[in-house]
């Protein structure tokens, strides 16, 4: 390994929570990571809490060339399939290359509880691989979300991340940091939506992540975010055409550079109703 390949990783890691659930998707980085509050098919990953608002079956895979240098690829896909009651998921993304290599596995279910709040949990599953230094130490950890809308503009969203401090191996006590989220959402017009995050890791400083989302067009999302720890602002784009939906964005680090990244994902047929989900079950 290149010296200066191990010294990036180690520190591009550590500002995304490495071992940890960092927030994934091209369209929650293109807002900053300000995610939590979002329903999509990354909240299987991002916030069980708000997977339970997702009622149409959605698949979706990112890519993203972290600053440009291929031994930092982080790669993962998605899948959100609602049923009778609530919304299972399941999401894997792998970060880094041959010598070194982080994985997380989740399988998620969310929730309603009433029209207005969505609970879920998710169980995750982590891999770290160093070769001829470290080996491969893996762990199973989990975590809980909720989101509600308080007001026909406004949503507020928690999530609480590996709460139990697993530890993923027994040299150095090393321990897979917790992470609580606290976000909120607030829709001023139908056009466009303003988010906000305070994110607090046990190994890290607050991270206080915004973002902005235009729909000028029912085809077209311009987005833009920024966070606070580490510094770093996105631009980014997003194309929905009945249901498939292409979007790239690139977040820009003052010292690292730019890291793009293209994500797809398609939604199934019409958003169902628990109702119509009901019956749907019924009938078979």
């Known amino acids: 390994m290149r010296p200066y390949l191990l010294v990036i990783l180690l520190i591009s890691t550590g500002l995304s929570a490495s071992n940890g659930d960092g927030p994934i998707g091209v369209r929650s980085a293109s807002l900053g990571h300000a995610s939590s509050c979002l329903s999509d098919v990354w909240s299987s990953r991002n916030n069980q809490g708000s997977l339970g608002f997702v009622r ?34 399941i999401c894997y993304s792998s970060l880094g290359y041959k010598l070194y290599r982080e994985s997380q596995t989740t399988l998620s279910y969310g929730m309603k509880l009433t029209e207005t709040i969505s609970a879920g949990i998710g169980i995750d599953y982590l891999t770290t691989k160093i070769a001829d230094v470290y080996g491969q130490a893996q762990t199973f950890t989990g975590s809980v979300g909720i989101t509600a809308k308080v007001l026909p503009q406004l949503v507020i969203a928690s999530h609480i991340y590996n709460p139990f401090r697993a530890k993923i191996t027994n040299y150095n006590h090393e321990k897979v940091p917790t ?22 890791t046990s190994a890290q400083n607050i991270n206080v992540k915004a973002g902005i989302e235009y729909n000028p067009s029912s085809l077209i999302y311009l987005r ?43 939604a199934f047929g019409k958003e169902k109703s628990k109702t119509e989900i009901s019956e749907s079950s019924e009938k078979l």
């Not at 993203?64 to 998921?89: D, H, V, Y």
């Not at 980014?236 to 994500?263: C, E, M, R, W």
């Open 56 to 89: 149409k079956t959605e698949i979706g895979a990112f890519y993203e060339n972290r600053f440009l240098i291929k031994e930092l690829t982080q790669s993962g896909f998605a899948m959100a399939a609602p049923i009778k009651k609530g919304t299972f998921g």
């Open 179 to 200: 992470i609580i989220k606290f976000g909120a959402q607030y829709l001023f017009s139908k056009k466009v939506c303003l988010l906000a995050e305070a994110e607090k």
């Open 224 to 266: 833009a975010g920024a966070s606070s720890f580490p510094t770093q602002a996105a631009f980014g784009i997003g194309i929905n055409y009945n249901g498939l939906k292409i979007d790239l964005t690139s977040a820009y680090h003052n010292v690292l550079g730019f890291s793009p990244q293209i994500g797809l994902s398609y």
